[in-house]
């Protein structure tokens, strides 16, 4: 959930284990975050982590992570009126482009987003249904 799916993201291409994964309330384009006058109105808050410091951060989110973990099955669940993961960071973009990372290896079908009722949360019932199909 949230910052735990960048977390488990990056630990799936580090490690190859490639295994399904359900990556809920996050997707957004974080070069665009980083650049945005909400991080502007929000710099005394501690958002930005280790990785947003790493030279060359941008390897470490979507759309470009996704060259480190594909053809590993993903599941995005985004809540419709989520702050952070939302057309004006670039969620919908940010899959267009995970999605044609995936189509350069014949597996955009890999990939799916789901939009639910809802804010940053999990909303599970749909997702599991799908993990439980990829066992």
Known sequence: MSWGSVISANLEAATGERMPTV???????????ME???????????????????????????????????PCRLYFEVGD??????????????????????REVNAADAVTLELFEGEHEVAGT??????????
């Open 23 to 33: 990556l809920s309330g996050y997707l957004r384009n974080e070069v665009t975050l």
């Open 36 to 70: 945005s006058s909400w991080l502007q109105s929000h710099v005394d808050s501690p958002f930005p982590t280790y990785l947003h410091e790493l030279p060359g951060a941008a390897k470490y989110f979507f759309p470009q992570l996704a060259r480190q973990m594909r």
């Open 81 to 102: 009126k989520d702050g952070l993961s939302n057309n004006q960071f670039g969620r919908d973009e940010t899959f267009a482009n995970i999605r044609a990372i995936y």
């Open 126 to 135: 749909k997702a599991i249904a799908w993990l439980t199909s990829q066992v």
